[in-house]
């Protein structure tokens, strides 16, 4: 293995000087342009410029050849060598190509980095409702529908004290918040109640927060509340109020610093407090306040308002198709508002405004994040489409043009609006909890700080500083490959591009860009002949492309739906596509005779109690799938019926010798449904060496790993669980994982970057009583990322096993086992490998006849795959 170079790249040391000579090398001796072949450029380059030695010259003028001439995907750099020829205008395009590139990975990612959530301690038994700043103490106030004030530490969240807030209205089991609002420049809060009152709190004292008036007699059910100061004006200000009934009604305070309402009457309540009534404040007797109005929405609840100042509008939302978001307009010199209101298919749960780029989110009921320019009521500005269920929250960055959104299904997108891609996406990291439960989103961009709320729990997502490192892609990546054909290294990210890298110095070769779209790239393939790519995308579609970057076919997965697709699954006859349903999706070759294929049917059925997400081979006809409730499921390739099922609750039992027809043979049943997702299978392989011969002995011949940082082995012939360990702490969520072509690594990675090297040589080999719990022998930990490891590819290098990760935090890896990170794929400085043999993908050189597991690029029998049609 070649070490990492000491000194700067050649290009990086050479001055002006440097490249006149350079230039003149490519004029002949009548000085009309020339090109140069490789053996050329060398000996005239390295003979005049006197810098640098013949193989860096031969490495510059790969490079030059690589971006000048790459048009596709991936091309042989063997056959570059022979017949490529460099002139002046290719060598000056490729150091600019690379200036640019070197500008993007330096500069610091504006990507935020979370931490994994934390739960705080919460004083509410039922659905915080609203989640508050204070500006001029800098602490945080949170309220519960039952009426339960919280007040929290600025720097560590911590609770500070609780206050239960009084109205003597309702008896205190009926008492029911909806909504609460920060009145800043005159200390008070205001908060709305199922009683169709709102009531006004001094917030001065923290140890007494006081009901100074309340505004009785609503019409409606207040639902949702907005408070806007004039920031030239802070007398005066506007409370809009959003209720149940449609109705969109804004208090407009004219001498807010002297009081908010004129005192009318001596009505007070028992709590002492000032009694406005509803009727009074629309007939206009308060002087100081009036009230416009508007019922755009009418029947369907208001869930949103908002008071744009820079527009002197009133937009709100609902979940009426009809009227999903509506914005009022202030007339001049008038109480009335011209309404516009905007069509949606399901309804909207959410919005937000951007000042800057005046745009507003929704939030939609059908799965999609709409942005809208307030004076076009006919369509969208664009559609962000990756959100599998409904979307109920959405939050602008204003100091960036980003945009947060959180969806049903408890994931969380961070969109880049300038180029309308989703650049981050948080998942299974938040709390199992009933699919009605209340989430609030809250976000203080100062800080950087995310809090969520699902019913009466509090989780807070900080930052972490990120450490100044290269960045080998512009977006988190989603998987990495080695293709073996060409010695290149291939990623892809979740805004859909795809980045080809030179394996043996980490040059990037070619970037194709939006190969779905808007849609990320969940996972990628190559076929036996490492001629064919194939990517899969979150908007349902497997895509089929050639190395010139033509895409061949496009298949259905997903029925024309946006789906999660977990992996594909390369077979000798068929193609397999899972992630979303309990069911295999299958794609006969014979199909591909069309650019658009459909899936055919499996006809093993559905077997599985929950989604299908990983799936692993072994010759001649074993295939396992595993699922998100932990069970994996044998089944017979050929004949595609299912044999037996193995679950992680599963006892031995005696006889285990003894083999059934499935589903005689269906161990550890439990009749109630598995549904904890910390027994998520997200990865299978079968361990190399250990063939179905061996594992009637008893010991394991299967390896999966998924939530909780759990790793299992287990043995197919007998159906049962032969061993497991804790690899990372289980509190890290799911793991990613890949095994040794040679049987003796196991490499584990987390979402904190960490990858752990283990030697199951001969772990678990033999049987045992019982299932082993001891882990086995930990050769290496380290952490060549800062956030989330996706996938994890090894590859030989001569003698020397390598390893690729992938990473969230945009980056791609390249770390020599059992634990050496070499580099980042696209850092400024290179590696140079040894060139004593080629790279070989997941196999070493008596390994070569034997099927690697199923993972991503499968052999079936030990023979190659043909190529995709």
């Not at 190509?97 to 979370?114: F, I």
């Not at 527009?311 to 009022?328: K, R, W």
């Not at 692993?616 to 799938?625: I, K």
Request: glycine share 8%; net charge neutral; proline share 4%.
């Amino acid at each position: 293995m070649g070490t990492r170079m000491e000194v700067a790249q050649l290009e990086s040391r050479m001055n002006t000087e440097d490249y006149r000579k350079l230039q003149g090398l490519f004029l002949d001796p009548l000085g009309a342009p020339r090109s140069l072949s490789r053996t050329e450029f060398i000996h005239l380059a390295w003979s005049s410029v006197g810098r640098g030695s013949k193989e860096e010259y031969g490495l510059l003028f790969d490079s030059v050849v690589v971006t000048q001439e790459h048009r596709g995907l991936l091309l042989d750099i063997d056959a570059i060598k022979e017949e490529g020829r460099v002139d002046w205008g290719g060598l000056c395009s490729f150091l600019l190509l690379e200036l640019s590139d070197k500008v993007k990975n330096t500069r610091n990612s504006s990507v935020p980095c979370w931490k994994l959530p934390r739960t705080l301690t919460c004083p509410h038994r039922d659905p915080v409702q609203k989640v508050l700043h204070l500006q001029s103490s800098g602490q945080y106030l949170t309220v519960s529908k039952g009426g339960t004030v919280g007040l929290r530490d600025g720097e560590d969240m911590s609770l500070l004290l609780t206050h239960r807030l009084q109205n003597s209205t309702v008896a205190p089991k009926d008492l029911w918040v909806t909504d609460m609002v920060l009145l800043h420049n005159v200390h008070k809060i205001a908060v709305s109640f199922t009683s169709k009152e709102v009531c006004f709190y001094d917030i001065l004292s923290k140890q007494d927060i006081s009901c100074k008036y309340k505004l009785q007699g609503l019409r409606f059910t207040p639902w949702c509340l907005d408070y806007w100061v004039d920031p030239s004006h802070p007398d005066q200000a506007i409370l809009t109020i959003g209720d149940i009934g449609g109705q969109v009604t804004a208090l407009y305070f004219t001498s807010a610093h002297i009081s908010l309402f004129e005192r009318l009457s001596l009505r007070t309540d028992s709590d002492s407090a000032d009694i406005i009534l509803w009727d009074e404040l629309i007939k206009g007797k308060h002087r100081c306040c009036y009230t416009v109005t508007h019922r755009a929405h009418a029947p369907a609840w208001v869930r949103k308002v908002h008071y744009l100042g820079s527009l002197e509008a009133f937009v709100s939302c609902s979940t009426g198709p009809q009227s999903s978001m509506v914005i009022g307009w202030r007339e001049k010199e008038s109480r009335s508002l011209r309404v516009t209101s905007f069509l949606t298919k399901r309804g909207v749960w959410d919005m937000d405004y951007h000042c800057g780029l005046n745009l507003i989110a929704t939030a939609g009921v059908d799965h999609q994040v709409l942005l809208w320019n307030p004076y076009v009521t006919s369509e969208p500005v664009c559609v962000l489409s990756g959100h599998t269920s409904p979307v109920t929250a959405v939050r602008f960055m204003q100091t960036k043009q980003q945009l947060l959104s959180y969806s049903k299904d408890k994931v969380l997108c961070l969109w880049d609006v300038s180029s309308q891609l989703c650049v981050h996406r948080l998942a299974d990291v938040f709390p199992k909890t009933q699919e009605d439960t209340h989430t609030l989103l809250f976000l203080h961009e100062e800080r950087q700080l995310l809090l969520l709320s699902f019913n009466s729990q509090l989780l807070v997502l900080d930052t972490v500083k990120e450490e100044k490192r290269t960045s080998s892609h512009e977006h988190p990546v989603t998987c990495v490959l080695y293709n073996s054909l060409f010695r290149q290294v291939v990623s892809s990210d979740s805004a859909s591009s795809v980045i080809c890298w030179l394996a043996d110095t980490g040059q990037k070769v070619k970037q194709f860009h939006r190969c779905h779209g808007n849609a990320e790239i969940s996972t990628m393939a190559l076929d036996g002949t490492q001629t064919r790519l194939f990517t899969a995308g979150t908007d349902g579609e497997v895509k089929v492309w050639d190395f010139n970057g033509r895409c061949l076919h496009r298949m259905n997965a997903g029925l024309g739906r946006a789906v999660e697709i977990s992996q594909v699954l390369l077979l000798r006859r068929s193609i397999l596509v899972m992630g979303w349903e309990r069911m295999l999706t299958v794609f006969r070759l014979h199909s591909f005779s069309q650019s658009f294929v459909e899936p055919s049917e499996w006809k093993g059925g559905v077997q599985h109690r929950s989604d299908v997400l990983c799936a692993a081979f072994q010759p001649p006809q074993t295939l396992v799938t595993g699922s998100y409730d932990g069970e994996v499921i044998v089944w017979n390739n050929s004949t595609e019926k299912a044999l037996r099922k193995l679950q992680p609750n599963a006892e031995p039992r005696e006889g285990r010798k003894q083999q059934g027809h499935f589903p005689d043979s269906h161990v550890g049943v439990n009749c109630k449904a598995v549904s904890d997702n910390s027994n998520a299978v997200t990865r299978l392989f079968f361990i190399p060496g250990r063939t179905p011969a061996a594992a009637t002995t008893g010991g394991a011949d299967l390896v999966s790993c998924g939530g909780s940082g759990v790793v299992r082995l287990w043995n197919t012939v007998h159906s049962h669980l032969v061993g497991q360990f804790t690899a990372h702490n289980g509190d890290l969520g799911s793991i990613v994982m890949t095994v040794s072509p040679c049987g003796k690594y196991l490499v584990t990675a987390d979402r904190q970057g960490t990858v752990k090297t283990w030697d199951i040589q001969h772990y678990c080999l033999q049987p045992d009583d019982g299932i082993t719990k001891e882990p086995p022998k930990l050769l290496r930990s380290f952490r060549p990322h800062l956030d989330r490891v996706t996938h994890l590819e090894m590859c030989f290098q001569g003698s020397s096993l390598l390893l690729l990760s992938a990473s969230s935090d945009c980056s791609v890896a390249l770390s020599r086992l059992p634990g050496d990170t070499v580099g980042l794929f696209g850092q400024e400085e290179q590696w140079y490998l040894e060139r004593h043999g080629p790279l070989h993908k997941q196999r070493e050189p008596e390994q070569d006849q034997r099927d690697d597991g199923g993972q991503e690029n499968t052999r079936e029998g030990g023979k190659r795959s043909p190529p995709a049609p």
